[in-house]
């Protein structure tokens, strides 16, 4: 199937839209993958929180929401992917040779299920540590939810690596669509997280050096607008 889907598309037929980089986590996701992966795209920008956000990604995405993949066809037409984990399930059947999710099948079986745990959750991390890659480091207490999401994290982190990791310094060895879906997270261990455990620090510099999230943060650096405000979330 892969291979089929491959053929009929160009890469450079992709427009990610994304938000802002500072903030932004969802549209980090698929565009970190798509970066360290060397899959070519147009980006599309959509600056958040202005009076003209909603007007802007109506024009863009069926949900209101960004991260959007515009994927046009050679032969004319095209897709609109939406949601983040279906863009890089998408990117993953256009291109298995990229390896977004493991080979192995019980290692595709967790990163499938880790990845997807992320998706839907860890809503208290979220909200007590938004995504802000201008703000300075500095330990800031979760809540008691958000001190057992975050265990929860590192337990998830600390199991990939130990059972699918020796391959590299990602959970799975080399970079998946698991590794794209908690660099927002990574982020925010970095940010807010204080004295890291030994695994944890580790994962999380091994995700911070790509050179698809140095990208990423040196353009959040350059973003002229306003610091999100301190209840704005993701
Ligand atoms: N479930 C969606 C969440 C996307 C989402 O919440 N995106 C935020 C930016 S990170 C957004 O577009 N917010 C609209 C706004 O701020 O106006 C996904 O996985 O893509």
């Given at each position: 199937?892969?291979?089929?889907?491959?053929?009929?598309?160009?890469?450079?037929?992709?427009?990610?839209?994304?938000?802002?980089?500072?903030?932004?986590?969802?549209?980090?996701?698929?565009?970190?993958?798509?970066?360290?992966?060397?899959?070519?795209?147009?980006?599309?920008?959509?600056?958040?929180?202005?009076?003209?956000?909603?007007?802007?990604?109506?024009?863009?995405?069926?949900?209101?929401?960004?991260?959007?993949?515009?994927?046009?066809?050679?032969?004319?037409?095209?897709?609109?992917?939406?949601?983040?984990?279906?863009?890089?399930?998408?990117?993953?059947?256009?291109?298995?040779?990229?390896?977004?999710?493991?080979?192995?099948?019980?290692?595709?079986?967790?990163?499938?299920?880790?990845?997807?745990?992320?998706?839907?959750?860890?809503?208290?991390?979220?909200?007590?540590?938004?995504?802000?890659?201008?703000?300075?480091?500095?330990?800031?207490?979760?809540?008691?939810?958000?001190?057992?999401?975050?265990?929860?994290?590192?337990?998830?982190?600390?199991?990939?690596?130990?059972?699918?990791g020796?391959g590299g310094p990602f959970?799975?060895g080399h970079f998946?669509?698991?590794?794209?879906?908690?660099?927002?997270?990574?982020?925010?261990?970095?940010?807010?997280?204080?004295?890291?455990?030994?695994?944890?620090?580790?994962?999380?510099?091994?995700?911070?050096?790509?050179?698809?999230?140095?990208?990423?943060?040196?353009?959040?650096?350059?973003?002229?607008?306003?610091?999100?405000?301190?209840?704005?979330?993701?």
């Amino acid at each position: 199937m892969g291979r089929n889907l491959h053929e009929e598309s160009r890469p450079s037929e992709f427009t990610l839209y994304v938000g802002n980089k500072c903030f932004s986590s969802w549209s980090l996701r698929p565009w970190v993958a798509m970066k360290h992966l060397e899959i070519p795209f147009e980006e599309g920008f959509v600056r958040l929180r202005t009076p003209e956000t909603a007007a802007n990604l109506a024009k863009v995405s069926p949900t209101g929401l960004v991260p959007v993949l515009d994927h046009k066809l050679p032969k004319g037409g095209g897709r609109i992917v939406w949601e983040t984990l279906a863009i890089l399930e998408y990117l993953a059947d256009l291109y298995p040779e990229k390896r977004l999710w493991p080979e192995e099948l019980g290692a595709r079986a967790l990163a499938r299920s880790v990845a997807t745990e992320m998706h839907s959750g860890f809503r208290e991390v979220r909200y007590g540590w938004p995504m802000n890659l201008r703000r300075p480091k500095s330990h800031k207490p979760l809540d008691a939810e958000g001190e057992a999401q975050r265990a929860r994290i590192e337990a998830i982190w600390r199991q990939c690596r130990e059972q699918y990791g020796e391959g590299g310094p990602f959970l799975f060895g080399h970079f998946t669509a698991a590794d794209a879906m908690y660099a927002p997270v990574v982020t925010r261990f970095d940010t807010y997280g204080g004295e890291l455990a030994p695994v944890t620090r580790a994962y999380v510099d091994a995700v911070l050096a790509t050179p698809a999230m140095l990208h990423w943060y040196a353009e959040a650096a350059g973003e002229r607008w306003p610091e999100p405000g301190p209840h704005e979330q993701d």
